[in-house]
């Protein structure tokens, strides 16, 4: 019996199946992945690890120089956002040197909770207020604008190899200050256009606050 066309197309399908050849869409809004003839089964480990670190580091450049919208909202993640709270909770887990003291294991866990769980009530507000955003992408933006905070953390702890004195206290105020309007900045920039004119400042307020408490702990980070 003579098959037709599609009867030849479908068992053509098939047999691609059973032999293994898989073609996986990719959405186009991730840069040059968009193409018909990419495939990430066939790319090396190394190559996806490059290419996912050269994107997170894209992301931080465009949290120091917020200028570029898009990205952080477009092709969102929670690497970044996850290297610094993970880099800032070691800092800071070990600021406490007094051998009479715990091991630290509270610092840790606390940056952990005020980080997350203090973005997701920042995002739910916005959410609340009508802001046109996603949970995630709200997420990934205020995690990547952590890093001006981290930077004045390792800078304070710089600071702290010497010996504390009055002055040195007033510059890692000025440095913790400094990363803290930095991030409420760069969050604002890439969050403020989500919200409608009128409910902004509601929006900002929260922004405002859950950066201060992460900069207060930079400010308060001793080795004593």
């Given at each position: 019996?003579?098959?037709?066309?599609?009867?030849?197309?479908?068992?053509?399908?098939?047999?691609?199946?059973?032999?293994?050849?898989?073609?996986?869409?990719?959405?186009?809004?991730?840069g040059n992945l968009g193409s018909p003839?990419?495939?990430?089964?066939?790319?090396?480990?190394?190559?996806?690890?490059?290419?996912?670190?050269?994107?997170?580091?894209?992301?931080?450049?465009?949290?120091l120089i917020p200028s570029e919208k898009k990205s952080l909202l477009k092709e969102w993640d929670l690497w970044g956002p996850l290297i610094l709270c993970t880099c800032m909770a070691m800092i800071l887990q070990g600021?406490?040197?007094?051998?009479?003291?715990?091991?630290?294991?509270?610092?840790?866990?606390?940056?952990?909770?005020?980080?997350?769980?203090?973005?997701?009530?920042v995002t739910l507000n916005s959410k609340?207020?009508?802001?046109?955003?996603?949970?995630?992408?709200?997420?990934?933006?205020?995690?990547?604008?952590l890093l001006p905070t981290a930077i004045a953390l390792i800078t304070c702890s710089i600071i702290l190899m010497a010996e504390d004195t009055y002055f040195l206290f007033a510059l890692r105020v000025i440095v913790s200050l400094i990363g803290f309007g930095w991030a409420t900045y760069?969050?604002?920039?890439?969050?403020?256009?989500?919200?409608?004119?009128?409910?902004?400042?509601?929006?900002?307020?929260p922004i405002f606050l859950f950066y201060f408490i992460i900069s207060w702990l930079v400010m308060s980070h001793t080795n004593v």
């Open positions: 019996m003579k098959m037709d066309d599609s009867q030849l197309e479908m068992l053509d399908d098939m047999k691609g199946i059973v032999e293994g050849e898989m073609n996986i869409p990719v959405s186009k809004s991730i003839d990419f495939n990430t089964l066939d790319e090396p480990i190394s190559e996806t690890i490059l290419r996912d670190l050269k994107a997170v580091g894209t992301k931080f450049a465009h949290v600021s406490n040197r007094n051998p009479d003291s715990n091991d630290g294991g509270p610092e840790f866990a606390q940056v952990f909770v005020i980080v997350w769980i203090g973005s997701m009530i609340l207020l009508g802001g046109n955003i996603s949970f995630f992408q709200s997420v990934c933006v205020l995690g990547y604008c760069a969050s604002i920039i890439f969050l403020g256009d989500s919200q409608k004119p009128g409910r902004k400042a509601l929006a900002v307020y």
